[in-house]
């Protein structure tokens, strides 16, 4: 089964796309979509929506997951990755894709078993649970292919 995960963010949105079969996860690509700082919204959302089409459409998942907005100290960064979320659940929608959520903190416990887990104990178990040499940078990528990777523990992909 395919699995694209979604960190959302208007800025910087991770993606990362996996393989998940008989109990192992395998990448298949991660990266990130950037959008320039002061571009207006609209546009940074139709970029965002234009990358994850083309994405979706390259590596053909199945399903996706992506993380729930959790509280956020700043209104206006809530906001930004509220419409970003959006968007990227459009794109999952109009291709069809089951569509699962998670918090930060659910990907955390089970990546981890700690749901305070620090970014680099996020990346490590990242990398360990995909076989990897290096842990996936920037951030952002790492969080999308943690929210892949949990997804497919809670589906208890076979």
Do not use: W
Request: negative net charge.
């Amino acid at each position: 089964m395919r699995i694209i995960g979604i960190d959302p963010g208007t800025g910087i949105l991770g993606f990362g796309v996996i393989d998940a079969e008989g109990g192992k996860t395998t990448l298949v690509t991660a990266g990130v979509i950037t959008t320039p700082a002061h571009t207006p919204l609209p546009e940074r959302l139709e970029e965002i929506f234009n990358g994850l089409e083309e994405i979706v459409a390259e590596t053909n998942p199945s399903i996706m997951a992506i993380e729930k907005l959790f509280f956020a100290q700043n209104v206006t960064t809530a906001m930004s990755v509220s419409h970003a979320r959006g968007v990227a659940m459009l794109v999952g929608q109009r291709a069809k894709l089951q569509i699962e959520e998670y918090t930060p903190l659910q990907i955390k416990q089970t990546m981890t078993g700690y749901g305070r887990a620090t970014k680099k104990q996020m990346q490590e178990m990242v990398r360990l649970q995909l076989n990897l040499k290096e842990v996936p940078k920037p951030d952002d990528c790492a969080d999308a292919l943690a929210a892949a990777i949990m997804c497919s523990f809670m589906l208890k992909v076979p």
